[in-house]
């Protein structure tokens, strides 16, 4: 499986906010960008020149970058979301937020998206019964999600299960003693919290 091993507290600096991908070491000061809050690199504090483009590659970079995904990837799932009905960039989210290592962290199992998508390449979800080792498998109305049941034994996830405050979307139902969540409906734009701009995705791509 491909995906990012470089230090993930510089992708954060690189757009000048936090994107939560150390779980709980961003809540605290110990955080890179509050000692750091420009982007890395030799010239991080220089005058950075502005314009369109900088702008639409900004927000692609921060929703590649808050779930995940590489750039092809990330494109493949736009080309699928273009060829939905509806609007391309809400769709778009949409099927980021259905993703079943997404799905995991927004149940509050993980602490992380990082931490979801290891548990998932390793076998430690179930959708419906069954294990899936595919991150980027897509949860549908209904599913249910769990642990397997060795899985809840493990003692970060009942660390996570124990500390971690985090508002379960609407469009799931937890189970947080049987580390079970259940899909209710597929996400809406206005239930996802990701501070992305997706038209500026949509116009960039649309180049």
């Known amino acids: 499986m491909a995906r990012y091993t ?18 709980a ?4 000061m110990r ?9 890395p690199g030799v010239h991080g504090r220089g005058r950075i020149r502005e314009s369109e483009y900088m702008f639409q590659l900004r927000e692609k ?16 799932l736009y080309q699928r979301a273009a060829r939905e009905k509806g609007i391309t960039g809400e769709t778009l989210l949409c099927m980021l937020e259905q993703r079943v ?3 995991v962290f927004r149940a509050g199992f993980a602490s992380s998206r990082n931490q979801a998508r290891q548990w998932v390449r390793h076998g430690h979800v179930l959708v419906n019964g069954k294990r899936v080792t595919i ?17 809840r034994n493990m003692i970060v996830l009942r660390h996570n299960l124990d500390t971690i405050d985090r508002l379960v979307p609407m469009w799931l139902e937890a189970v947080t003693a049987e580390a079970k969540v259940t899909v209710r409906d ?3 734009r206005d ?5 992305v701009r997706e038209q500026l995705i949509v116009e960039l791509y649309s180049k």
């Open 6 to 23: 470089g230090p993930v507290c510089r992708l954060c600096r690189r757009e000048k906010m936090k994107l939560f991908l150390k779980g």
């Open 25 to 28: 070491k961003c809540d605290t």
């Open 31 to 39: 955080c890179p960008i509050e000692k750091k809050p420009y982007p």
């Open 61 to 76: 970079q921060k929703a590649r970058r808050i779930y995940g995904l590489l750039e092809r990837q990330f494109r493949n």
């Open 101 to 103: 290592d997404n799905v």
């Open 135 to 151: 991150s980027s498998f897509m949860v549908r109305k209904g599913d249910v999600v769990e642990m397997a049941p060795k899985a």
């Open 186 to 188: 597929l996400p809406l």
């Open 191 to 195: 239930q996802i919290d990701v501070p």
